[in-house]
């Protein structure tokens, strides 16, 4: 049977950056779906690739004494290198310097000139370099970049422009019509808030005498393309010519992954381009959040760029894969911290998953000298492990349409939390005591391993060098994307017979000394040493933003709100936070009804250690003013997710 295609893509990045952990986190993202939907038995096409034309390009080749192309020759360079060593399975890798990509924008160019969609007038307007886009006067916020508030320049010349316009009305209709074509939801909302305003046309030109380093206007050779009509065109002409496109089988993407800073550059000038040039639209655009780093934005000037091969050298790639996705739900904003990576590490990976392989593979040493036994009878101990597989699987699937990560992996540790309950419950060392025990003993490890074995496929597209190595020392040789999710739809794949082994601890604890030693080490840029700021700061009452960033708030939704049964104050709430749901108690039953509260958001601490309150556990607290007897729940004057870090 023919394969279903599936085609995903990254934004592409500009050349002249140091690729930092905001451009690693969109590539790992697409990656672990491609190798998803590849384990699922799809006809993957995963596409990434560097933007390579453009004013800052050309400035920066001028600094460095370069020819704008040997410029861009030597610097692409670092973000395949990157990929190689994020292990990212991209299928081809696009420059918008090449032939095949300068040739297609040409043609489409000289379509839509053809068929009256550009047109040239003289245009007054702003510009702001650092983003390529220009600007009109209403734009501009107190004089600068509405998008990143530097200095705009202004710009008075004749250039050519794209309708644009006119196709604001079908646009809207089709945003609205198709939710899933802009996620997550908040995003979406923002487009159409922006589209309530009148859509300008689009200038698509650059004189020469100002910008030479771009792609020639087909119809007036004194231009050069615009650079972002010149890169948004890489994702179809990496497909061939315009005919070619629709015969690939490829287009329409199924994701377009992109940052929340260019999604109207997608949602806008993408989706039009493409309707004028006669090209169905993506199925989906997903806007992620932005990282910062120990609350504050990453900047070269501060140094606090996260620069990822350090991170790989320090802690494996697999670890920063993880993290990256699992720390905070995609959609949202997330702040990076070593410390939160070593919590991670340890408590996931290290405790949870490290856990399960290492005892099952010890157990299965010490009592079967490593063979993996025949299974006995299946008891009535074994079916809650099995049923959580399936359901798990069935979830993951469902989770992934969504890009749901966090909750992807929530799920994945959810079976990994039933295979170590399983090991405890059947207590495999009591078995292995008498021999009536020893025939169930079989059955007990058959049954861990064969969990080891789901989790590794299940782990695989966040974590492939991981899963490889569970794969071999569980005794199965295949390397898993060579494998298909087919194997782990019923139970029992695994052959008994296999000759497991026990290798080193997959993910070893990062013991307190070590942790303090690394956290000692990424103190940000010159500033005094993490005590030595502390201590500054308590002298005057004052905490340091590493102190207050110590206290995880997060916007939570109320689900369920009932009285506490013998308390006057205490109402217990449910509350979502995206990624999980908690109990929480809260002082607040004189000032409101239990029915007020549901489906607000407010914000809780998220990271409070787990208090008693009447016999009932609370997960968290949530935040509000008081005057006398006057409680006020704090909240937003707007609709927020769950999950977002308040700060
Ligand atoms: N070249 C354009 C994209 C053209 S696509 C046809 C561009 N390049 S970029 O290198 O500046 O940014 C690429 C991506 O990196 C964007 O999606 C952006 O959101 C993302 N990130 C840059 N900094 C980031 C963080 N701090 N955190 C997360 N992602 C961030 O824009």
Known sequence: MKKKPFFITTPIYYVNDVPHI?????????????????????????????????????????????????????????????????NISNNDFIRTTEDRHKKVVREILLKLFN?????????????????ERFWTEKDLVNGNCPE?????????ESNYFFKMGQHRDWLVEHITQNENFIQPKSRRNEILGFL????????????????????????????????????????????????????????????????KDILTTHSVYWATMLK?????????????????????KMSKSVGNVVEPNHLIDQFGVDVIRYFLLREVPFGLDGDFSHKALIGRINSDLANNLGNLLNRTLNMLKKYFKGDLPNPDTTGDEDAPLIAKSAEVIKEVDTLYGELAYSKILAKIWEFLDAGNIY???????????????????????????????????????????????MMEQLGIDTPVDKQSLDSIQKWGWIKPGSQTHQGPQIFPRIEDKAAAKILEAVTIGSDPPASEKKAEADDKGQITIEDFMKVDLRTAKILEAEKVKKSKKLIKLKVDLGTEQRQVLAGIAEAYEPEQL????????????????????SQGMILAGSDGDTIILGGFDGELPPGGRVK
């Open 22 to 86: 905001g451009h690693a986190y969109t590539t790992i993202a697409a990656d672990v779906v491609a190798r998803y939907k590849r384990l699922a038995g799809h006809d993957v096409f995963f596409l990434t690739g560097t933007d390579e034309h453009g004013q800052k390009v050309q400035q920066a080749a001028g600094q460095s004494g370069k020819a704008p192309q040997t410029h861009v020759d030597d610097l692409h360079v670092r973000f395949k290198e990157l990929w190689t060593r994020f």
């Open 115 to 131: 068929e009256g969609e550009i047109y040239q007038k003289n245009y007054k307007g702003w510009y702001c370099m650092p983003d």
């Open 148 to 156: 990143c508030g530097r200095k705009v320049d202004q710009i008075d």
């Open 196 to 259: 309530k305003q009148p859509l300008e046309d689009l200038c698509i030109s650059r004189p020469k005498e100002r910008l030479a380093w771009g792609i020639p206007l087909p119809f007036d050779d004194e231009y050069v393309t615009y650079v972002w009509f010149d890169a948004l065109i890489n994702y179809i002409s990496v497909h061939g010519h315009l005919e070619q496109i629709k015969d690939s089988g490829y287009w329409p993407a199924a994701h377009q992954l992109i940052g």
């Open 276 to 296: 004028a040039t006669g090209l169905p639209l993506p199925q989906n655009i997903f806007a992620h959040g932005w990282w910062t780093v120990n609350g504050q």
């Open 423 to 469: 090991i405890n419950d059947t207590a495999p060392w009591n078995l292995a005591k008498s021999d009536e025990g020893k025939k169930r003993l079989a059955t007990v490890l058959y049954n861990s391993a064969e969990a080891c074995r789901v989790i590794a496929i299940l782990i695989a597209p966040f974590m492939p060098e991981t899963a490889d190595k």
């Open 598 to 617: 549901i489906g607000r958001t407010v914000i809780l601490v998220a990271n409070l250690k787990p208090v008693k309150l009447m016999g009932l556990e």
